[in-house]
């Protein structure tokens, strides 16, 4: 059973003004309707990179970094997916997904599953160390930092987006290379 939750978008006011010291000039408040402003300061946050892939038959990928761990136990993640992703539909309709974590060298496949001009289906894939997920069927990803697949177990909406919240069904991980990362709006590396 997937749960499936929908928030009121009216946010509930806070209790009065709060008493507290301005904020630091050298980061002054932006303008959260101006969809850059805001896009700038979420960008400050440096995430790592992974591939979402979902799709026995005709699989589908897509580079994502809204990506974290939930719970420990049980075992769950969550991924948030455009509403417009040709992705959306198919972790929707198959109710399970994959995400492998990108190395350092991987910024090739990174943009690969970013670009909205690649080949779908699986000449999506054709160039690409992958093999079927024993879970899920969904693509995983060679020379990855980690793996894991997931059945879809909640669904919350999230503006354009949605929260998929994966349970784990199996996972793993290679020790060594650097993890491939994304801080405002490129690709960096660990500094050795």
Sequence with gaps: MI?????????????GPLDLPPLPAEAPEADIHDRRALRGVL????????????????????????????SLEPA??????????????????????AVSVLSRDQEWVARHFADHSRPRGAAEFA???HEPGR???????????A????????????GDHTIFVGSVLGAGN???EDPLLFLGGAFRRVAA
């Design 3 to 15: 749960h499936m939750s929908i928030v009121p978008s009216a946010s509930v006011p806070l209790p």
């Design 174 to 176: 290679a020790s060594g």
């Design 76 to 97: 769950q993640v969550l991924v948030c997916v455009v509403k417009s992703a040709a992705i959306h539909q198919l972790v929707l309709a198959e109710k399970a997904f």
């Design 43 to 70: 960008g400050r946050f440096a995430t790592g990179v992974t591939v979402l892939t979902a799709g026995r038959d005709a699989p589908r990928g897509m580079t994502a970094n809204s990506f974290t761990s939930v």
């Design 135 to 145: 879970h899920t069927g969904a693509p995983v990803l060679g020379h990855v930092q």
């Design 127 to 129: 160039g690409i160390d």
């Design 147 to 158: 793996w894991l697949e997931c059945r879809l177990s909640a669904i919350h909406d999230g």
